[in-house]
């Protein structure tokens, strides 16, 4: 029978400018540069401008983006673009409650957390307190579950919850802004250095569990819609604007039962694309 495993692609090359500035020593300084908060947070304030609508015609003409399957509307910034809603009938989501949902749109990697709590992705060793820095509602989720969601500039930008539940606990962490690619996966603990947002919430099917949203390069900013209270599966959590960024999920063991062959993709180098709100499990 097929399964969304079926369509798992290569990890597709870097560009030759991030070639540049991760492998070069010029490269490298002005990286410092373009990692700052500050850098990234002015490149958001013109996207929200009206001057940035010249770039709208163009992005999605690059980008390959098929409008028909967003709302119409009318866009006066580059960022309204970026952030745009899409019908509903295109992102239908499954209520059935043990069903594990896709919380975006992107490229999922999974990765099996040790009983020490860490994980390994690429060279980089993770620790889920430093993941979760601060925490002090998080469980250690020592043989649980790591996915994460990589969003490319053509994905779409809003994210939702995977469950019905309470927020137990939601904290913005300050870091620096790397690119999410591979390049920068591959050098640098990226989902610790980079500012994130992390949300710890009890769900009514799959334990207490840790949604993350990792800032990344041009990134001006994670906004997110509420900070405690109740949640519903399929309910809008935020959005990214401006740029690529990810999703990192935790979950408890005995939580999720993902198909091993999704843990195999990954050792081997590939990516699986899923839609918000498909059934992973």
Request: with cysteine.
């Given at each position: 029978m097929s399964t969304?495993?079926?369509?798992?692609?290569?990890?597709?090359?870097?560009?030759?400018?991030l070639r540049f500035l991760y492998h070069t020593v010029p490269g490298r300084v002005l990286l410092k540069l373009l990692i700052r908060p500050g850098l990234s947070k002015i490149a958001g304030k013109y996207m929200d401008t009206g001057l940035s609508k010249i770039h709208i015609k163009g992005f999605i003409k690059n980008a390959?983006?098929?409008m028909s399957e967003y709302q119409e509307e009318n866009y006066t910034c580059f960022n309204d673009c970026f952030t745009r809603r899409i019908k509903p009938e295109m992102r239908p989501v499954c209520m059935e409650g043990k069903k594990l949902v896709s919380p975006c749109d992107g490229k999922l990697s999974?990765?099996?957390?040790?009983?020490d709590a860490s994980f390994y992705i690429k060279k980089s060793r993770y620790c889920i307190k430093?993941?979760?820095?601060?925490?002090?509602?998080?469980?250690?989720y020592q043989g649980g579950t790591c996915l994460v969601f990589r969003l490319c500039v053509d994905n779409y930008h809003r994210y939702g919850y995977m469950d019905n539940g309470v927020i137990l606990e939601n904290k913005p962490?300050?870091?620096?802004?790397?690119?999410?690619?591979?390049?920068?996966?591959?050098?640098?603990?990226?989902?610790?250095q980079n500012a994130r947002e992390y949300t710890v919430i009890e769900t009514e099917n799959f334990g207490t569990v840790a949604q993350i949203e990792v800032g990344a390069m041009m990134i001006g900013k994670i906004k997110n819609h509420q900070t405690s209270g109740s949640v519903q599966r399929g309910a809008e959590k935020g959005m990214f604007l401006y740029g690529g960024s990810t999703i990192v999920l935790l979950l408890e063991k005995g939580y999720g039962n993902l198909?091993?062959?999704?843990?195999?993709?990954?050792?081997e180098g590939y990516e699986?694309?899923?839609?918000?709100?498909q059934v992973l499990n």
């Open positions: 969304y495993t079926d369509h798992k692609i290569k990890i597709e090359p870097d560009s030759k400018s390959g983006i098929d999974a990765y099996h957390i040790t009983e430093d993941l979760l820095e601060g925490s002090k509602t998080a469980p250690d962490l300050k870091g620096k802004l790397h690119t999410v690619r591979p390049i920068a996966v591959n050098q640098y603990p990226v989902f610790i198909p091993e062959e999704c843990f195999r993709a990954t050792e699986i694309p899923v839609k918000f709100g």
